[in-house]
């Protein structure tokens, strides 16, 4: 069962996240944090930014959710550059220890394992940020994803492709294909803090939470998590 907050707004809901990461970067010899892309993360790196100093963050390792495909990794919308500019960069972080999955067209064929191995590795996911996609995908796990699913390349829908043009010139430079973790490797992460705002987030919200646990509502896998927080707006929880 996931505990539900609802807060004011999403810089409260930055705030309280960012206190659960301080907490772990404290309390854990070698931490391990899931990051995630799009502009849900945002208020929690922002908050973070005032909430570091003093903290040791040298043996902070952080895993992506998922990567474009074909991108050059120097693209200002790759996630590979996203992660350096909001996270790695304003925090302070050594960039030798935080992976974004790799999706140069070269290596695909084995990069999922890889990473999935390198996650392994390094101990697990302590705490994973979620955000949840219009459709109800975490990750780039479309819906139709398989819950037992490992780091692997995904086709990304047409609705994925719509929502993320803003982040491009147009949809067309939305890139096609992407590599994301699977439901299997997200549910691996010991907690999971998955965070939605805004009213067009509410239905996904719901069948997520309260719908029918099934591959067509991706993020619907975290019902099936023993430790899950999710954090929300008032908008964003209004179909709960
Ligand atoms: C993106 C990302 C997801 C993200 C979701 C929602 O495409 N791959 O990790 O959670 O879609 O994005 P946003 O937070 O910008 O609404």
Partial sequence: MAEVVIVE?????GALVADEIVRLIDTVAEPVLGLATGSTPLPVYEALRGRLSGHDVSHLRGFALDEYVGID???????????????????GLDPALIRVPNGAIETIQHAGDDYDAAIVAAGGV???????GTDGHIGFNEPGSSFASTTRIKTLTEQTRKDNARFFDS????????????????????????????????RAVAA?????????????????????????DEAAASEL
């Fill in 9 to 13: 707004n999403k810089e409260i809901a």
């Fill in 73 to 91: 990794p120097e693209h200002p919308e790759s996630y590979r550059s996203v992660i350096t500019r909001e996270v790695i960069e304003p925090l």
């Fill in 126 to 132: 302590d705490l994973q940020i979620l955000g949840i």
């Fill in 171 to 202: 949809v067309h430079d939305v890139p096609q294909h992407c590599i994301t973790q699977g439901l299997g490797t997200i549910l691996r992460a010991r907690h999971l803090v998955l965070l939605a705002f805004g009213e067009n987030k509410a």
């Fill in 208 to 232: 997520a939470l309260e719908g029918p646990i099934s591959a067509m509502v991706p993020a619907s896998a975290v019902q099936l998590h023993a430790h899950v927080t999710v954090v929300l």
